[in-house]
């Protein structure tokens, strides 16, 4: 019975894997937000609910106040940044093919389609008279078919509705996260209770001890990733200021954000500045390159050996084979939550082995 629940449950999480990925968003969103409701709790000594709530509502004024006052800019930087990176890619594309790469393996071949319609347009070789049409050829030739109008319909109306249902699913997804999490961080000790009451009563101290091992480690690696992407994207940001690339705002911000996927997100973050950078020309892009060697630097080599290491330490090569591996099977989500899974697993392996050699002990010495 044991080894057939657990196959349920294996074939459970399986099916129902992006569920499941969006729920422990929200369990990380609310361990955030208790984490540093905690911390204010030393400075303030206040009622958990009247923290949580300034919290809250400190973290909505910033959020507001970035929409606000460099809403604007963030939208232009976004669309210059977009295209300067298309542009940038078909530039790539092109320099390698003319090199003798064969650029299909890439998929960058929808990079042109602006372009590949432009010269799809019937063209006059030149010194040639311009041929008249008649009427009836005209009305021909501007008037589609009713198939033609058919088909066009349905795919703009296709497309439309792809469009609509997935910005819908994406703020639906956002809302639960933001739900999940203000529901976990308002009330921890009721949910605590609630997992601790579904283990058997013999293993339930045991099981308290485990679960807050787990909560603490994630707090505390919550809080050196939050300062870590905070110092990428000022560093980042304040770094392309001064070289003079456009869209440094938002290149920071992206920077910031990726930097909380562990060195998959730090070299896709430094791509893009690199690309965006090739617009300015050679000189700007080099000397982005050298500001990202910097930026990977001080992620690496300062800020996680004094920050993350007394949160969390996993070896390099072992994470990076877990984030590879979660993202083949399970895509963005996967990858984006490689890490605090991989934390999990380690603490309960690592408080099973000390179980295991503290009985070993307890009967040597009996």
């Avoid at 606000?68 to 210059?80: E, M, S």
């Avoid at 050829?137 to 198939?147: E, I, K």
């Avoid at 809302?175 to 293993?203: D, N």
Wanted: glycine share 8%; with cysteine.
């Amino acid at each position: 019975m044991a080894i057939v629940l657990f196959a349920a449950l294996l074939l459970l999480a399986w099916e129902f894997a992006a569920t499941l990925f969006l729920i422990f968003a929200g369990v990380l969103l609310g361990v955030a937000l208790n984490a540093i409701t905690s911390l204010l709790g030393r400075v303030i000594p206040l009622p958990h609910a009247l923290r949580l709530t300034i919290v809250c509502l400190a973290l909505a004024a910033v959020l507001a106040g970035v929409l606000v006052l460099g809403g604007t800019t963030i939208a232009q930087q976004t669309a210059v940044l977009s295209n300067t990176i298309k542009s940038q890619l078909v530039t790539v594309k092109s320099f390698l093919e003319k090199n003798g790469v064969d650029t299909s393996y890439f998929n960058l071949s929808g990079l042109n389609s602006s372009e590949s319609s432009k010269t799809s347009e019937p063209s006059r070789i030149p010194g040639t008279a311009k041929t008249e049409e008649t009427p009836a050829a005209n009305v021909q030739h501007n008037l589609p078919s009713a198939g033609t109008l058919a088909s066009s319909g349905t795919a703009i109306v296709s497309q439309t509705l792809k469009l609509v249902l997935g910005t819908v699913s994406a703020v639906g997804n956002f809302f639960i996260v933001l739900f999940l999490g203000l529901c976990f961080a308002a009330q921890p000790a009721v949910y605590r209770k609630g997992l601790l009451s579904l283990t058997p009563a013999k293993h339930r101290a045991t099981a308290a001890i485990l679960v807050d091992r787990i909560g603490d480690t994630l707090e505390r690696w919550l809080i050196a990733q939050m300062v870590t992407m905070a110092a990428v994207f000022l560093v980042t940001w304040i770094g392309l200021e001064i070289i003079g690339i456009q869209s440094s705002f938002i290149l920071g911000i992206q920077a910031g954000l990726l930097a909380f996927i562990p060195t998959i997100g730090a070299l896709l973050g430094g791509l893009i500045v690199v690309l965006a950078s090739l617009a300015s020309g050679w000189v700007a892009a080099a000397s982005a390159f050298v500001l990202f060697l910097g930026v990977h630097a001080l992620e690496s080599y300062v800020l996680t050996p004094i920050i993350q290491r007394q949160a969390l330490d996993i070896p390099p090569a072992t994470l990076f084979a877990f984030q590879i591996l979660l993202g083949i099977v399970f895509g963005v989500w996967g990858l984006a939550l490689a890490l605090p899974l991989l934390a999990i697993g380690k603490v309960v392996i690592d408080f099973a082995r000390a179980d295991e050699e503290k009985r070993s002990s307890v009967k040597a010495a009996s």
